[in-house]
């Protein structure tokens, strides 16, 4: 049985499975992607769901493993080596469990960097952007009377959503026929930002043509069902 006691987060969430991967995350949309990624996998995994709400991922034993202080994290006890490994940035965990299984990333290698592309894309510009609509149009940011803020963040989102409309232009999925770890990095996304953040009207969703029924074809996915939901919030 491997011991992960080596790792401080397991004595405030202790691992009842240490054989399996230790998923620690909440479902928002850089949680769902490695819950949706790990459902979509079949590798065998404990989540465990840490409450942002009441500042967990601020705990000692939280920024031992991420020192960042966001989720999601994981612990693989079988590592590279067969040795435990310790994970946070859930772009970085996307590209390790592709490669751990070989499953979701392409194995041809201008392929694979064409896949990883599209993953930095939506870490560094989607998630952001999104990020910032949902903040000055559904949070606290809404009560800031200069508009201009929102109306920077928005524009940015409607320009993003044109990439993506352009890339998927004779694509079923990001990378053409084939569902992979960039698809599953934007989907919680793109459905937080007309889903949750309600920006569906503010950035226009419904006069593009390709993002909606990509989105749709996500979501109606098993697995992405399922990741949508894990872990249970607290």
Same mark, same amino acid.
């Given at each position: 049985?491997?011991?992960?006691?080596?790792?401080?987060?397991?004595?405030?969430?202790?691992?009842?499975?240490?054989?399996?991967?230790?998923?620690?995350?909440?479902?928002?949309?850089?949680?769902?992607?490695?819950?949706?990624?790990?459902?979509?996998?079949?590798?065998?995994?404990?989540?465990?769901?840490?409450?942002?709400?009441?500042?967990?991922?601020?705990?000692?034993?939280?920024?031992?493993?991420?020192?960042?202080?966001?989720?999601?994290?994981?612990?693989?006890?079988?590592?590279?080596?067969?040795?435990?490994?310790?994970?946070?940035?859930?772009?970085?965990?996307?590209?390790?469990?592709?490669?751990?299984?070989?499953?979701?990333?392409? !194995? =041809?290698?201008? $392929?694979?960097?064409?896949?990883?592309?599209? /993953?930095? *894309?939506?870490? @560094?510009?989607?998630?952001?952007? %999104?990020?910032?609509?949902?903040?000055?149009?559904?949070?606290?940011?809404?009560?800031?009377?200069?508009?201009?803020?929102?109306?920077?963040?928005?524009?940015?989102?409607?320009?993003?959503?044109?990439?993506?409309?352009?890339?998927?232009?004779?694509?079923?999925?990001?990378?053409?026929?084939?569902?992979?770890? !960039? =698809?599953?990095? $934007?989907?919680?996304?793109?459905?937080?930002? /007309?889903? *949750?953040?309600? @920006?569906?009207?503010?950035?226009? %969703?419904?006069?593009?043509?390709?993002?909606?029924?990509?989105?749709?074809?996500?979501?109606?996915?098993?697995?992405?069902?399922?990741?949508?939901?894990?872990?249970?919030?607290?």
């Amino acid at each position: 049985m491997p011991d992960l006691s080596a790792f401080p987060i397991t004595k405030l969430w202790p691992a009842r499975h240490p054989d399996r991967l230790q998923l620690y995350s909440l479902p928002t949309p850089n949680g769902v992607k490695v819950s949706i990624m790990l459902e979509e996998i079949g590798l065998p995994y404990e989540p465990h769901a840490i409450d942002i709400g009441k500042d967990e991922t601020w705990t000692p034993e939280f920024l031992s493993l991420n020192p960042n202080g966001k989720i999601p994290a994981i612990i693989d006890p079988d590592g590279p080596g067969g040795r435990p490994i310790g994970l946070f940035e859930s772009g970085a965990i996307l590209l390790y469990l592709a490669e751990k299984t070989g499953k979701l990333l392409p !194995a =041809d290698a201008a $392929l694979r960097y064409e896949a990883i592309q599209w /993953v930095f *894309f939506q870490m @560094a510009a989607v998630g952001p952007m %999104f990020g910032q609509v949902g903040y000055f149009h559904k949070f606290a940011g809404r009560e800031i009377a200069d508009k201009r803020p929102l109306e920077r963040y928005v524009s940015e989102s409607k320009r993003l959503l044109g990439v993506l409309e352009t890339r998927l232009d004779g694509r079923r999925w990001i990378m053409g026929d084939d569902y992979t770890i !960039a =698809d599953i990095s $934007l989907l919680g996304w793109v459905r937080n930002l /007309v889903g *949750f953040y309600g @920006a569906r009207d503010l950035v226009g %969703f419904d006069a593009l043509a390709r993002v909606p029924d990509w989105l749709d074809r996500g979501l109606s996915r098993p697995a992405v069902q399922r990741g949508l939901e894990i872990p249970k919030r607290p």
